[in-house]
């Protein structure tokens, strides 16, 4: 084979997010592209140039990412090791019989890689968000009728979609990044989860391939209402009840608030004290919003001051685990913007989160 012949099949052929040649020699494309830019969805199934060719060619990408996420991705997703084989195992298997599921893994997977892989980040980043944005428009469309023949996989979509968007970059342009309220919207994906969980029948909720999953959601929830060591929880938060039932608001939005701060009390106490330790888990980061979606934020998507001020405080949590790539930076974010969203009588109350999180405005 010619040099000259070599040469010209090693050039950018310009074909987006990333062309056959630099995919295949693992370098960067040599044209300018933005993170949000989507190309056409590459079909799962097909070679690696995206289009369907041989039916006996492997898709070395998506075994790539396939392959990252059992080995990997799954192991960043909850520190239990029934949950970390929960998703290693049980999850893939169900993702083979449903395509927006397997998609959401992928693009998962290819966040996971962009961020352990610097160099070829916009190679990966644009996989992530070309599967995804596939996954969400088939997924999307079946979550208000959700039945009990798909609703265990829209629950694990939904589940999945937050780690997501959880793992993008942060942009203020982003729909899962930022929502009408200011605040991500990724908080909010947890509201229809309580639905999707109601339509699983109650025997598959307990023997079901997603059983110990909400088995185990369950069992949190649990000790954390049982809890009695409250040292870890900030004492604060007592006096922010005090202050938000003095304040002139109707009734109802007070006790949605006091029982979101008495809720938020719980997951504290069933932290030991630095966060860490065999009772701290990521559920219990997820389990505090899960359990005020109906009721407390609808008035965090508003936003009133008195949620956003709660809400402050749910972000010292996320600092507790911000050793999770997906986590990284997102306790700085949200206090940021809390704080920005706030006059000075509301930001003295957010004090305490601000100093456990160590963010200090500039």
């Excluded at 050039?11 to 990333?18: Q, S, T």
Aim: hydrophobic share 45%; net charge negative.
């Amino acid at each position: 084979m010619s040099s000259s012949f070599s040469a010209m099949n090693q050039i950018c052929d310009e074909r987006r997010p990333f062309c056959l040649n630099c995919s295949k020699h693992r370098v960067d494309c040599e044209y300018p592209e933005r993170f949000n830019d989507f190309a056409a969805p590459i079909e799962i199934g097909a070679s690696n140039d995206g289009e369907v060719n041989d039916p006996n060619a492997l898709n070395l990408r998506d075994l790539e990412l396939l392959h990252n996420f059992t080995a990997s991705t799954c192991t960043t997703l909850s520190l239990q090791p029934v949950l970390r084989d929960f998703y290693r195992i049980t999850v893939p298997r169900l993702g083979f019989k449903c395509e927006y599921l397997m998609r959401t893994i992928l693009a998962l997977s290819a966040l996971h890689l962009a961020y352990n892989r610097p160099a070829q980040k916009e190679h990966y980043q644009a996989q992530a968000l070309s599967y995804h944005k596939v996954a969400s428009r088939e997924a999307t469309g079946l979550i208000s009728s959700a039945t009990a023949s798909n609703a265990e996989n829209l629950l694990l979509f939904s589940i999945l979609t937050m780690f997501f968007a959880l793992a993008c970059p942060r942009h203020d342009d982003d729909f899962l990044l930022v929502g009408e309220s200011g605040f991500p919207n990724w908080p909010f994906l947890l509201n229809g989860t309580r639905a999707l969980i109601a339509v699983i029948d109650e025997d598959r909720r307990t023997t079901g391939p997603l059983a110990p999953l909400l088995i185990l959601g369950r069992e949190r929830t649990m000790a954390a209402q049982a809890a009695t060591d409250s040292h870890s929880a900030p004492s604060v938060l007592v006096q922010l009840e005090k202050f938000i039932r003095a304040r002139k608001l109707p009734e109802s939005e007070v006790q949605i608030c006091a029982t979101a701060i008495a809720e938020l009390r719980e997951c504290f106490s069933a932290l030991s004290p630095e966060g860490k330790g065999p009772r701290t888990d990521i559920t219990e980061l997820f389990a505090w919003i899960w359990r005020v979606a109906e009721d407390f934020m609808p008035l965090l998507k508003i936003p009133t001051k008195e949620a956003v001020t709660i809400f402050a405080y749910w972000c010292v949590l996320i600092k507790y685990i911000d050793n999770h790539w997906w986590a990284w930076g997102w306790a700085e974010h949200l206090i940021a913007k809390a704080y920005y969203m706030l006059d000075e009588v509301y930001r003295l109350w957010i004090q305490w989160p601000m100093e456990e999180i160590g963010w200090s405005p500039p």
